[in-house]
């Protein structure tokens, strides 16, 4: 069987490298440079080896390409492209409506077409599928089913394999062929009864992280105005063995997932006329947390930031990727340079971002952790400048949320 991966980039190349042990994969992504560093063998994505990935190109099993033409022998073709908000903060679906025609303009043999992009209930049934038909220049009677990625980049102990897969054709033939699929290189799948019902649970999932993390934020805010220290309260309201579940605080969400998936539910909640006011709230809360941390450094410093010199510490949206999607760092760079601070980054696992590069870590007067990356010690942080604000909680004697 051949199988064609639109999009090669986390989750794309995540599947690629799995079902490679077991299918021929053609991985296509409009990005030229990714796919000459991948047919070099050279992997971009954490989680998948270069080692793998020369392993499944000498065997023949994978190529990456930009030719469109590359996807005609294909029996299986999996959609993992980006699926962002607008300017104006809409799910945006141009890449899907992309990937969607060149679906319809190199395939012309019945297929499977598996969504793993991450969209609101519906998408398969009364977007994805009305686009290709719409580009193919005769009806081709595809099959169409969603799979919702789980992958959590930088994560060990769950995977592709061990992390149970939902699934759902819009058909029985389109179940029962994206479970083959599948059960080669994931141990546990489960089908659910339709395809609106696996793109709902997967919003649902990021949505309750977010409202969450969200009701944490807040509650770090409160438990400061109340002069008590947020993570002892949560270890305290952790021993309860149930009925609780413990987030942590932070500088805000970040990634593509967290900060995006929300708002295609609410999206598509607000155009059936159901309420979303809560996850509307909650995206505000954690984008708003930012500002609060700035407010705090501001007033540990004699009411002002002018002139002073700020490291952000740990600019990647998460602990030890390079990821620097939606990530919070973003707005506090933006609120403290508004109040006139001298900012620059420290992140060695990131490097380069926005132009600019990561900077040493040390000799600022002010240093704000945002993300804490295992390379860097809590003992260098502390050294780093005179203050240190901690978002973390993991630079445990410094001034913290
Ligand atoms: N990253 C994650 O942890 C994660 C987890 C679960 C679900 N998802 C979802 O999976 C989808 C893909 O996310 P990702 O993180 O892999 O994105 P990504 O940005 O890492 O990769 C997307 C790739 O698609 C390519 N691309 C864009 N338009 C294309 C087109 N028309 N044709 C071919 N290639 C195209 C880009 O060049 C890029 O390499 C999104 O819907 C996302 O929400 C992501």
Redesign the pocket.
């Known amino acids: 069987m051949k199988v064609a991966i639109?999009?090669?980039?986390?989750?794309?190349?995540?599947i690629a490298a799995s079902a490679a042990e077991y299918f021929d994969v053609v991985g296509?992504?409009?990005?030229p440079k990714?796919v000459d560093q991948l047919n070099l063998g050279l992997s971009h994505?954490e989680g998948v080896e270069s080692a793998l990935l020369k392993n499944r190109i000498k065997s023949g099993r994978y190529k990456a390409t930009?030719e469109g033409s590359n996807l005609q022998d294909a029996d299986l073709v999996v959609i993992?492209?980006?699926?962002?908000l607008t300017t104006d903060r809409k799910p945006d679906l141009t890449?899907?409506d992309?990937?969607c025609?060149?679906i319809a303009l190199n395939v012309f043999k019945p297929v499977l077409v598996i969504n793993?992009?991450?969209?609101f209930p519906g998408t398969v049934r009364n977007y994805i599928k009305p686009a290709i038909e719409k580009y193919s220049p005769k009806l081709i009677r595809h099959e169409y089913a969603i799979s919702?990625?789980?992958?959590?980049?930088g994560r060990t102990d769950f995977n592709q394999k061990n992390t149970p897969r939902l699934f759902a054709g819009l058909t029985p033939e389109a179940s029962k062929k994206t479970r083959e699929f599948y059960s080669k290189f994931c141990d546990n799948l489960v089908e659910v009864s339709s395809p609106e019902v696996a793109e709902a649970a997967?919003l649902f999932e990021n949505t309750f992280r977010q409202v969450n993390i969200a009701l944490v934020n807040e509650f770090a805010q409160i438990s400061h105005a109340l002069g008590i220290s947020v993570y002892e309260t949560l270890d305290a309201a952790n021993t309860k063995p149930y009925g609780f579940m413990k987030f942590a605080p932070s500088a805000g969400v970040g990634?593509?997932?967290i900060p995006?998936?929300p708002t295609y539910l609410a999206a598509i909640a607000e155009e059936y006329g159901a309420p979303a006011t809560f996850i509307r709230r909650a995206n505000e809360v954690n984008l708003e947390m930012s500002e609060y941390i700035v407010r705090r450094v501001i007033a540990d410093n004699g009411g002002n930031l002018r002139g002073k010199s700020v490291l952000v510490v740990g600019v990647a949206y998460k602990p030890n990727v390079a990821?620097v999607?939606e990530t919070a760092a973003e707005l506090v760079i933006e609120h403290l340079r508004s109040q006139g601070a001298v900012v620059s980054w420290h992140d060695d696992v990131v490097g380069k971002w926005k132009g600019e590069d990561s900077a040493p870590l040390r000799g600022a007067d002010i240093a704000l952790v945002v993300t804490k990356h295992d390379s860097v010690s809590e003992k260098e942080i502390l050294a780093s400048a005179p203050y240190v604000f901690d978002t973390t909680g993991k630079v445990k004697t410094a001034t913290g949320l």
């Open positions: 639109i999009g090669q980039g986390y989750v794309g190349l995540t296509f992504d409009s990005n990714i994505i930009t993992a492209v980006p699926t962002p890449f899907i992309a990937a025609k060149t793993e992009s991450t969209s919702p990625e789980r992958v959590d980049p997967k990634g593509h997932c995006v998936d990821d999607r």
